[in-house]
Nanobody, 114 residues
Framework: QVRLVESGGGLVQAGGSLGLSCAAF????????MAWYRQAPGKLRELVASITSDGSAQYADFVSGRFTISNTNRYAVHLQMNSLKPEDTARYYC?????????WGQGTLVTVSS
């Protein structure tokens, strides 16, 4: 079973920055994709950014160059979020995906105050 350990998040003022980290334990599969999703109250979960094991990254349109996802180690990623807006407030979830299965983290709360 794959276990995802998420860290980061918290409360920040609009225009500020936060970093989210995620590490996956218990897998030896490759290639893989790791991603961050978010879910605000009353809304569907949506993709924020993803990155493959060989470093290919993709972003949601609403990111607009404000966020950067990177591989920090094998099975570990970091999402740097800059110029945060109140509408970025949500619970952020890490996802680890291989051709065999997908696993989710518990989520970490990001709150952006205006």
């Amino acid at each position: 079973q794959v276990r995802l350990v998420e860290s980061g998040g918290g409360l920040v003022q609009a225009g500020g920055s936060l970093g989210l980290s995620c590490a996956a334990f218990g897998s030896s599969f490759s290639p893989y994709t790791m991603a961050w999703y978010r879910q605000a109250p009353g809304k569907l979960r949506e993709l924020v950014a993803s990155i493959t094991s060989d470093g290919s990254a993709q972003y949601a349109d609403f990111v607009s160059g404000r966020f950067t996802i990177s591989n920090t180690n094998r099975y570990a990623v970091h999402l740097q979020m800059n110029s945060l807006k109140p509408e970025d407030t949500a619970r952020y979830y890490c996802k680890f995906q291989t051709w065999v299965r997908s696993d989710w983290g518990q989520g970490t709360l990001v709150t952006v105050s205006s």
